[in-house]
């Protein structure tokens, strides 16, 4: 059995019994919560999964969506497939969805994306110094900045990220 | 048991006289599988659920992570918990929690707090952690202090100076809006090393 199977089975062991747990916690309401001061985002420049460079000001002009996450998360690995859902909704739409890995790297993020395929950018925040410039208490956090580059909403915990309401919330913010 | 600086102890008790208990019960339940036993506290909006950890889970976990068996166990030989706090509340009722102010009583009044993640911190650094390692063991964590705004929910691991198996009392206090809330978990109980 090679070394990479070896970790993603001990993680699984690991998690395995908190799966009821997470069942019975399972996200109700869908909320945005507004941040009505619009505190401006913190730039960062991260490499994705290809090796691709992105720098959070190149996407000025538009709705950004950065959640925070790790593999080792259940409420992250339970809310990446409705955020894939989000994004074929959203791509099109002039919103960019970044999904920020904390503290992992490659050899552990391209495994688990067998088990959970995702289309938009897996930014690698290895030694988790970006998150530290955010106001993140624990993963997964998300975060909805608008098109001048500040915050507007966030969300702590799981969404499902394909609801309706929810993504029109996102949408409304190329109006402004 | 990590003990509350003289500062925080007496905070705390002036707090905790002016704080009503929560009415609603404490729910225990049981994994037919495993034996694990949650303990899960709500009041039909907001939630707080603390599940029993294994020791073996703990150390597959932290050594998935980078942590050396050595390592980890010093994380394994003391109880761990899941604990899983969500707002159900409606809007604009926000709920903060302060881990700090959180009591653990013991049969025979030994008192204390739980063990958080800058007390952990400081020991990962004396023993020259990897960062790796460390970035994920401050994440896996539950936060010191959050503020939960209506539909937030996190989970993570609260940790305890107790040996397996040791049964205690956690009174946990939160602030929902402008009010003071506390529930008292009785006679939970940490996990055995089996």
């Known amino acids: 059995m090679g070394r990479a199977t070896c970790r993603r089975l001990a993680w699984l062991l690991a998690l395995l019994p908190l799966l009821p747990l997470l069942a019975g916690t399972a996200p109700a309401p869908q909320t945005l919560t507004p941040i009505e001061s619009r505190p401006a985002v913190p730039d960062f420049t991260l490499v994705d999964m290809d090796g691709a460079s992105h720098r959070l000001e190149a996407y000025r002009g538009r709705p950004v969506i950065i959640n925070f996450w790790a593999t080792w998360c259940p409420p992250c690995r339970d809310e990446l497939p409705s955020m894939e859902r989000a994004w074929n909704r959203l791509r099109d739409q002039g919103v960019m969805l970044l999904a920020i890995n904390v503290g992992e790297d490659e050899a552990t993020i391209f495994p688990f994306t067998a088990d959970y395929p995702v289309t938009f950018p897996l930014l690698l925040d290895r030694d988790g110094t970006v998150v530290e410039n955010w106001p993140v208490r624990g993963l997964p956090s998300t975060f909805v900045v608008d098109p001048r580059g500040r915050v507007a909403y966030q969300a702590i915990g799981g969404r499902a990220w394909d609801d309706p309401a929810l993504l029109a919330r996102v949408l409304e913010l190329r109006e402004e | ?194």
Request: hydrophobic share 50%.
């Open chain 2, 1 to 194: 048991m990590a003990r509350p600086d003289r500062g925080a102890a007496r905070g705390l008790a002036l707090w905790l006289a002016t704080v009503g208990s929560a009415a609603a019960e404490v729910a225990r339940s049981s994994d037919a599988a495993t034996g694990l036993v949650t303990w899960a506290w709500h009041d039909g909006a907001s939630r707080i659920t603390l599940a029993q950890l294994l020791p073996d889970q703990v150390r597959a976990f932290f050594q998935g992570r980078g942590f050396s068996a050595d390592q980890s166990e010093r994380v394994a030989a003391g109880c761990v918990f899941q604990l899983v706090i969500r707002n159900g509340a409606a809007a604009d009722a926000a709920m903060t929690v302060e881990l700090p102010v959180w009591r653990v009583e013991r049969a025979g009044g030994d008192v204390g707090s739980p063990r958080l993640a800058a007390a952990w911190e400081a020991e990962w650094a004396r023993l020259g952690v990897a960062s790796g390692p460390r970035v994920a063991f401050r994440w896996a964590l539950f936060p010191a202090r959050q503020r939960f705004a209506p539909g937030d929910w996190n989970m993570g691991m609260l940790t305890l100076d107790l040996a397996h198996g040791t049964t205690f009392d956690l009174h946990a206090a939160w602030h929902a809006g402008s009010q003071v809330r506390s529930v008292r978990f009785r006679d939970l109980a940490c996990a055995e090393d089996r």
